[in-house]
């Protein structure tokens, strides 16, 4: 199996060069390049194609993370990109799930969240902090929430980056009504694709 190659975004060398310590410790993960300023990022995600890249999101002047994010994803769709920031406001997630990341963690991730996000997001899994991930889906347990309780819970879910066999075994349902469900979740919230899902109904939630 191929590493799963890794672009480091971050305007501070100590971040990036505590990443790529503790990424050198996983065999299956390969930081190829990195990246201080968006400029940098854009032109290194070119150069290497890597499968992931990570990416803060405040950045020193010039392009900041959203604008490399949505550079990136412009010129290569294909690339993964998951954001590495302290910033969990749900409009910061809005928009960077809008500008095309694919997953959304906290600074303060366990070792072991940072390797799963990377290897989920190399699959094109949608994976966010546990933080994040559990205040969504308390705001999707709101009574007047268009999702039914099932529904709502899916969501939560689909946060942690769980594939569809997956989510049927941790709720002892079929991957068929997996599906199903998934197929309502994205007709109620006009929506087309997992990340869009939760990235809607944050927006949602903020416009209460």
Do not use: W
Not at 22 to 38: H, K, Q, R, Y
Not at 53 to 73: F, H, K, Q, S, W
Not at 162 to 171: A, F, I, P, Q
Request: glycine content about 8%; proline content about 4%.
């Amino acid at each position: 199996m191929n590493n799963i190659t890794v672009l480091l975004v971050d305007d501070h060398l100590v971040v990036r060069s505590g990443l790529r310590a503790l990424l050198s410790t996983e065999p299956d993960i390969e930081v190829v390049a990195e990246a201080a300023s968006g400029e940098d990022a854009v032109h290194l995600a070119q150069a290497f194609s890597p499968a992931v890249v990570v990416m803060d999101l405040a950045m020193g002047p010039g392009m900041d993370g959203l604008e490399a994010i949505r550079r990136i994803r412009d010129l290569n769709g294909r690339q993964a990109i998951l954001v590495f920031t302290t910033y969990d406001s749900d409009a910061d997630i809005v928009r960077a799930v809008d500008a095309g990341a694919m997953g959304y963690l906290l600074k303060d991730a366990a070792p072991e969240e940072i390797f799963a996000a990377i290897r989920g997001a190399a699959v094109g899994r949608s994976v966010m902090s546990p933080p994040v991930a559990s205040r969504l889906f308390q705001q999707l347990r709101n009574p007047d929430e268009v999702l039914t309780p099932r529904e709502a819970e899916l969501l939560g879910l689909l946060t942690e980056g769980l594939s569809n066999r997956e989510l049927g075994r941790r709720l002892f349902i079929s991957e068929a009504t997996v599906k199903t469900h998934l197929a309502h979740i994205y007709a109620k919230l006009g929506v087309d694709t997992r990340a869009a899902a939760i990235a809607t109904a944050i927006r949602r939630e903020g416009m209460r």
